[in-house]
């Protein structure tokens, strides 16, 4: 085996949600963490900004010498991931592309709604990723941006502020034909109980650190 370590990066915490499935798929393995937190947020910047974060991120974690790095962060996976690749001398991997195959898998010709940052819907980088997959899958995004700052601030699924964000952002989707949400940013997993009570038990939700962490 390799004992070079992963690289994992983010714009803050909330790449911790994809280290734990790391750690529960890959127990053997060490993991080199990143969480940008002086400069989170990154879904609220421009393309630029969030490309030469990235570049940072993943440049600093070269310095541990790894064997593979793996951009957690849905913002820097979606705008970022060719520029990435050409400056790291180890493979890379991001999110999006296995939370949208695994979406697409489940959903078919049905609808997928992707819930991520400003700068990720705007990029289109998941309905492009779906479509690539050779399904005819409807996909509707949904912007969620105050889910980051609840989660950095410590409020978990529990806390009425977050079950009344969540009512406010997804009830407006409850009569789509829904068969798959998708979880396109590190820090809504902590809110996926809230997430899962608001879109009903019929919905497949797709954790997008959970599938990349697969592909690693
Ligand atoms: N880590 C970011 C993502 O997964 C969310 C937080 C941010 O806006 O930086 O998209």
């Given at each position: 085996?390799?004992?070079?370590?992963?690289a994992?990066?983010?714009?803050?915490?909330?790449?911790?949600?994809v280290?734990?499935?790391?750690?529960?798929?890959?127990?053997?393995?060490?993991?080199?963490?990143?969480?940008?937190t002086?400069?989170?947020?990154?879904?609220?910047?421009?393309?630029?900004t969030?490309?030469?974060?990235?570049?940072d991120?993943?440049?600093?974690?070269l310095?541990?010498?790894?064997?593979?790095?793996?951009?957690?962060?849905?913002?820097a996976?979606a705008?970022a991931?060719?520029?990435?690749?050409?400056a790291?001398?180890?493979?890379?991997?991001?999110?999006?592309e296995?939370?949208?195959?695994?979406?697409?898998e489940?959903?078919?010709?049905?609808?997928?709604v992707v819930?991520?940052?400003?700068?990720?819907?705007?990029?289109?980088a998941?309905p492009?990723a779906?479509?690539?997959?050779?399904?005819n899958?409807r996909?509707?995004?949904k912007?969620?941006?105050?889910?980051?700052?609840?989660?950095?601030?410590?409020?978990?699924?529990?806390?009425?502020?977050?079950?009344?964000?969540?009512e406010?952002?997804?009830?407006p989707?409850k009569?789509?034909?829904?068969r798959?949400?998708?979880?396109?940013c590190?820090?809504?997993p902590?809110?996926r109980?809230?997430?899962?009570?608001?879109?009903?038990?019929?919905?497949?939700i797709?954790?997008?650190?959970?599938?990349?962490?697969?592909?690693v």
């Amino acid at each position: 085996m390799n004992s070079k370590p992963i690289a994992v990066f983010d714009s803050g915490l909330g790449g911790l949600s994809v280290v734990r499935h790391l750690r529960q798929i890959l127990p053997d393995e060490d993991i080199v963490y990143f969480g940008d937190t002086a400069r989170v947020p990154y879904g609220t910047k421009t393309r630029a900004t969030v490309v030469n974060f990235s570049l940072d991120d993943a440049t600093f974690l070269l310095q541990f010498e790894p064997k593979l790095v793996v951009v957690a962060c849905n913002t820097a996976s979606a705008l970022a991931m060719p520029e990435i690749i050409r400056a790291m001398p180890v493979p890379v991997i991001g999110v999006v592309e296995p939370g949208a195959r695994t979406a697409a898998e489940i959903a078919g010709e049905g609808t997928i709604v992707v819930l991520g940052t400003e700068a990720t819907v705007n990029s289109g980088a998941y309905p492009a990723a779906i479509a690539a997959c050779g399904v005819n899958s409807r996909v509707i995004q949904k912007a969620c941006p105050l889910f980051v700052p609840l989660v950095e601030e410590g409020r978990d699924a529990g806390d009425p502020i977050v079950r009344m964000t969540v009512e406010s952002y997804l009830s407006p989707l409850k009569t789509e034909p829904i068969r798959a949400i998708v979880l396109g940013c590190t820090h809504y997993p902590l809110l996926r109980e809230a997430i899962a009570t608001v879109i009903g038990p019929a919905v497949h939700i797709v954790d997008s650190g959970r599938e990349a962490s697969l592909a690693v």
